[in-house]
């Protein structure tokens, strides 16, 4: 089974509308982080925002906030705003060490988000 | 802010030859990681250091090898270069504790002729 799941491939937003970029994952680990990461089409990887598995707040960081509902599994990135710079590819990714898994983070598929003026 | 450096930004190298490339964490980043991006793909965990050892491997192919050295920053190498190759490939680093943020670098694009 896919550890993160992102079933959302291309997404078109008006600006100044928000955005939720869906992510499911499936881990047995009780103790994991969740990562979400932009990369434009120059290519760098960039760092939003974090969820730890035991953090009892939802993760927020400027216009980025993160959805998190433990029971169900996901971790949605909610984006305030859009601006037409967010256009990019947006990575949900997880670490965990079920299943033997390694300690890199493992990554969903993506989903393009393209900001409409 | 001090990010993760690495280098080469661009690498074209010819089938069969080796290459080598750099990363330098950010300073007091105990933890180093490696990852391949193909074209069009998510990318995929290779291998990690913590404190100068190797922590963990993923899908790392026999002919890359990499080590982390005494200043922290470490070197993949890649020998026998194949066309698959071709590819983007990242070094991130991380601070203390299993669950904290890892940043990226700008990744070296490798591509294999």
């Known amino acids: 089974a896919q550890k993160i799941t992102q079933t959302q491939p291309g997404m078109f937003v008006q600006e100044k509308e928000a955005v939720t970029l869906d992510c499911t994952y499936d881990?047995?680990?009780?103790?994991?982080?969740l990562f979400w990461y932009k990369q434009p089409s120059s290519g760098e990887m960039i760092f939003l925002i974090y969820?730890?598995?035991?953090?009892?707040q939802n993760a927020t960081e400027g216009r980025y906030s993160l959805n998190f509902q433990k029971a169900r599994k996901s971790a949605n990135l909610v984006i305030s705003a859009s601006q037409l710079g967010d256009s990019a590819m947006y990575f949900c990714?997880?670490?965990?060490?079920?299943?033997?898994?390694?300690?890199?983070?493992?990554f969903g598929k993506g989903t393009h988000l393209i900001i409409q003026p | 802010a001090a990010g993760v450096i690495q280098s080469p930004r661009h690498l074209i190298k010819e089938k069969r030859e080796t290459a080598t490339l750099k990363c330098y964490p950010i300073?007091?980043?105990?933890?180093v990681y490696w990852y391949q991006q193909g074209p069009g793909q998510d990318p995929q965990f290779l291998i990690s250091?913590?404190?100068?050892?190797?922590?963990d491997k993923g899908s790392i192919p026999d002919r890359f090898s990499a080590q982390q050295f005494s200043d922290y920053h470490s070197e993949l190498n890649m020998s026998s270069l194949e066309l698959g190759d071709s590819a983007l490939y990242f070094c991130?680093?991380?601070?203390?504790?299993?669950?904290?943020?890892?940043?990226f670098g700008q990744g070296t694009r490798l591509t294999v002729v």
């Open positions: 990714a997880m670490r965990d060490r079920s299943g033997g898994g390694a300690d890199g983070l493992t």
């Open positions: 881990t047995s680990d009780p103790s994991y982080g």
């Open positions: 969820q730890g598995s035991y953090d009892q």
């Open positions: 300073p007091r980043h105990d933890t």
């Open positions: 250091f913590y404190e100068k050892m190797q922590s």
């Open positions: 991130a680093s991380q601070g203390q504790g299993a669950n904290t943020e890892a940043f």
